[in-house]
Protein backbone atom coordinates (compact mmCIF):
# COMPACT_ATOMS: atom_id res chain seq x y z
CA UNK A 1 0.00 0.00 0.00
CA UNK A 2 0.99 3.74 -0.57
CA UNK A 3 0.64 6.53 1.99
CA UNK A 4 1.08 9.93 1.78
CA UNK A 5 3.35 11.31 4.84
CA UNK A 6 4.33 15.19 5.68
CA UNK A 7 7.70 15.53 7.12
CA UNK A 8 8.78 17.98 9.81
CA UNK A 9 12.57 17.74 9.95
CA UNK A 10 14.35 19.14 13.02
CA UNK A 11 11.51 18.61 15.48
CA UNK A 12 11.73 18.20 18.92
CA UNK A 13 11.07 14.45 19.26
CA UNK A 14 10.23 12.04 16.78
CA UNK A 15 6.70 11.10 16.80
CA UNK A 16 4.37 9.71 14.00
CA UNK A 17 0.40 10.72 14.33
CA UNK A 18 -2.08 13.52 12.79
CA UNK A 19 -3.38 13.96 9.07
CA UNK A 20 -2.13 16.99 6.99
CA UNK A 21 -3.63 18.64 3.93
CA UNK A 22 -7.35 18.30 2.42
CA UNK A 23 -9.74 15.19 4.31
CA UNK A 24 -10.05 14.02 0.57
CA UNK A 25 -6.20 13.20 0.31
CA UNK A 26 -4.97 13.45 4.13
CA UNK A 27 -1.33 12.48 4.33
CA UNK A 28 0.41 11.20 7.96
CA UNK A 29 2.09 13.84 10.17
CA UNK A 30 5.64 12.60 10.91
CA UNK A 31 8.25 14.64 13.45
CA UNK A 32 11.58 13.55 13.32
CA UNK A 33 14.32 14.68 14.78
CA UNK A 34 16.91 13.97 12.06
CA UNK A 35 17.86 17.28 9.61
CA UNK A 36 16.57 17.68 6.53
CA UNK A 37 20.39 16.64 4.94
CA UNK A 38 22.00 13.86 3.24
CA UNK A 39 19.13 12.07 3.43
CA UNK A 40 19.04 11.84 7.14
CA UNK A 41 15.16 12.90 7.60
CA UNK A 42 14.62 9.97 4.85
CA UNK A 43 16.25 7.88 6.83
CA UNK A 44 14.61 8.57 10.14
CA UNK A 45 11.36 8.93 8.57
CA UNK A 46 11.10 4.99 7.28
CA UNK A 47 12.54 4.19 10.78
CA UNK A 48 10.00 5.94 12.51
CA UNK A 49 6.91 4.82 10.73
CA UNK A 50 8.15 1.33 10.55
CA UNK A 51 8.63 1.14 14.49
CA UNK A 52 4.64 2.96 14.73
CA UNK A 53 3.09 -0.12 11.95
CA UNK A 54 5.23 -2.45 14.05
CA UNK A 55 7.00 -3.59 11.34
CA UNK A 56 10.76 -3.64 10.01
CA UNK A 57 12.23 -0.77 7.83
CA UNK A 58 13.64 -2.57 4.97
CA UNK A 59 9.68 -3.36 3.97
CA UNK A 60 9.49 0.49 3.31
CA UNK A 61 10.46 2.20 0.39
CA UNK A 62 10.11 5.98 -0.43
CA UNK A 63 8.28 6.08 -4.03
CA UNK A 64 8.71 10.18 -4.45
CA UNK A 65 9.08 13.16 -2.56
CA UNK A 66 12.86 12.41 -1.44
CA UNK A 67 13.87 16.68 -1.05
CA UNK A 68 10.42 17.25 -0.69
CA UNK A 69 8.49 17.68 2.64
CA UNK A 70 5.54 15.52 1.22
CA UNK A 71 6.76 12.21 0.30
CA UNK A 72 4.80 9.28 -1.12
CA UNK A 73 6.15 5.65 1.10
CA UNK A 74 5.23 2.43 -0.37
CA UNK A 75 5.00 -0.19 2.89
CA UNK A 76 4.62 -4.19 2.57
CA UNK A 77 2.34 -6.20 4.78
CA UNK A 78 0.62 -3.77 6.89
CA UNK A 79 -3.20 -3.07 6.89
CA UNK A 80 -4.78 -0.09 5.76
CA UNK A 81 -6.34 0.01 9.06
CA UNK A 82 -2.96 0.57 11.23
CA UNK A 83 -2.38 3.42 8.59
CA UNK A 84 -6.10 5.22 9.50
CA UNK A 85 -5.25 4.68 13.03
CA UNK A 86 -2.08 6.46 13.09
CA UNK A 87 -3.84 9.38 11.16
CA UNK A 88 -6.73 9.34 13.89
CA UNK A 89 -3.58 9.44 16.30
CA UNK A 90 -3.60 13.20 18.30
CA UNK A 91 -0.35 15.35 17.72
CA UNK A 92 2.55 13.66 20.20
CA UNK A 93 1.38 10.47 19.37
CA UNK A 94 3.17 7.39 18.56
CA UNK A 95 7.19 7.43 18.92
Not at 61 to 85: F, H, M, N, P, Y
Request: hydrophobic residues 40%.
Amino acid sequence: MRVTVRVHPGAKRTEVGGRWGPDEVPALVVRVQAPAADGKANAAVLAALAEALGTRPRGLQLVSGATSRTKVIEIDGVEEEAVVSLMDTPRGGRR
